[in-house]
C-alpha cells in the first residue's frame, strides 16, 4: 500500500512540474508584489533606496516617510522631533529594513525547502525503478523514503521556527509605529497610519 502512495505521489510531483507556467502572467505578478510595494489593510509602503515611504490606499497624497538619516516627513514636511520620537523614527527605519532582510533569508530557505521536496519526488520515481532489481524490495524503499522525508520535515521545522521570529519582529514594528503616532500629534489625525 505504502509502494503505491509514494509511486502516485511521484508521479503526481513529475506531472506538476510538466504542468508549471514557465512564463508565469507579469500582470498577475505586478498585483501581487508590485513595484517595490508592499501593501497592508489601508496602508501602501514604499522603498524608495533606504527611505520608507507609507502611503494611504484610499488617498495617495497622503504620506509618511521615514527617510535613510532617520527624520519623518508627513506629506512631504519635515516634522521636528524631540529625543523619544526621534528614537522611534529610528528604530521604526531600522527594524523595518531588518524584517525585510529576515523575509527575503526565510523566502529562500523556504525555496530550497521547495526544491528539497521536488527532489524527494525524483528520489522516490528512481527508487521505483530500483524495485526491480532482485536486491532491492519494498522495504528498503519504505526505509529510504521515509529517511529522507523525516530530513526534510526537519528542515520545513527550522523554517518554521524563522517564521516565528519574523512574525515577533512584525509584531515590534507595529508597537514603535503605535507609539511614534502616540507621542506625536501630525501623525494623530492619520488613522490609516
Known amino acids: 500500500m505504502k509502494i503505491q502512495f509514494y509511486l502516485v505521489l511521484s508521479l503526481l510531483m513529475v506531472a506538476c512540474a510538466f504542468a508549471a507556467d514557465p512564463e508565469p502572467d507579469q500582470e498577475q505578478h505586478e498585483r501581487q508584489f508590485g ?3 508592499m501593501c497592508f489593510d489601508d496602508v501602501r509602503v514604499r522603498i524608495d533606496d533606504d527611505d520608507i515611504i507609507l502611503i494611504n ?4 497624497d497622503e504620506t509618511v516617510e521615514f527617510t535613510d538619516d532617520y527624520e519623518l516627513l508627513i506629506d512631504g514636511e519635515k516634522i521636528d522631533l524631540d529625543r523619544k520620537q ?3 523614527v529610528e528604530e521604526f527605519h531600522t527594524m523595518t529594513f531588518d524584517l525585510i532582510d529576515e523575509a527575503k533569508k526565510i523566502g529562500l530557505e523556504g525555496a530550497k ?3 528539497s ?3 524527494l519526488g525524483l528520489v522516490a520515481v528512481g527508487n ?3 524495485l526491480l532489481s532482485p536486491d532491492y524490495d519494498s522495504e528498503d ?3 529510504e523514503m521515509e529517511e529522507e522525508a523525516e530530513k526534510l520535515e526537519k528542515k520545513a521545522e527550522k523554517l518554521e521556527e524563522k517564521a516565528e521570529v519574523l512574525e515577533d519582529m512584525a509584531d515590534e514594528l507595529d508597537e514603535i509605529r503605535d507609539d511614534l503616532q502616540d507621542i506625536t500629534p501630525e501623525l494623530q489625525d492619520y488613522e490609516w497610519f
Open 35 to 37: 513595484d517595490n510595494d
Open 57 to 60: 490606499k484610499e488617498n495617495d
Open 86 to 88: 526621534q528614537k522611534l
Open 113 to 115: 525547502v521547495g526544491i
Open 117 to 119: 521536496g521536488a527532489a
Open 128 to 130: 521505483v525503478f530500483k
Open 141 to 143: 524503499f519504505e526505509r
